[in-house]
Nanobody, 122 residues
Framework: QVQLVESGGGLVQAGGSLRLSCAASGRTFRNYAMAWFRQAPGKEREFVAAISWSGGSTYYADSVKGRFTISRAKFKQMVYLQMNSLKPEDTAVYYC???????????????WGQGTQVTVSS
């Protein structure tokens, strides 16, 4: 069992930066791939970034590639999403997820956090 709690969301101007954090609890955290998804009002949830259980592989949506960085600190059981050069279209609720493989498909993740709101003003 893995429990996830996101933090770090907020209001930022376009071009600014935020770092989201996801705190995981559970003794098998190190065995899970982790990912960030987001959902904007009226839109479906979409993949943002994923990282393998080892941290050796990362994957990004084209829309955030070069601007966002996913990382994990296994001994602290934390996953981060550094978001730079934010755009108004990045506005969404961001969710942390844990699963057996680092994929872009949300249904393959077993555990989800409650989400944190990110709002980017123009």
């Amino acid at each position: 069992q893995v429990q996830l709690v996101e933090s770090g969301g907020g209001l930022v101007q376009a071009g600014g930066s935020l770092r989201l954090s996801c705190a995981a609890s559970g003794r098998t955290f190190r065995n899970y791939a982790m990912a960030w998804f987001r959902q904007a009002p009226g839109k479906e949830r979409e993949f943002v970034a994923a990282i393998s259980w080892s941290g050796g592989s990362t994957y990004y949506a084209d829309s955030v590639k070069g601007r966002f960085t996913i990382s994990r600190a296994k001994f602290k059981q934390m996953v981060y999403l550094q978001m730079n050069s934010l755009k108004p279209e990045d506005t969404a609720v961001y969710y942390c997820a844990a699963g057996s493989q680092a994929t872009m498909t949300d249904w393959q993740y077993d555990y989800w956090g409650q989400g944190t709101q990110v709002t980017v003003s123009s």
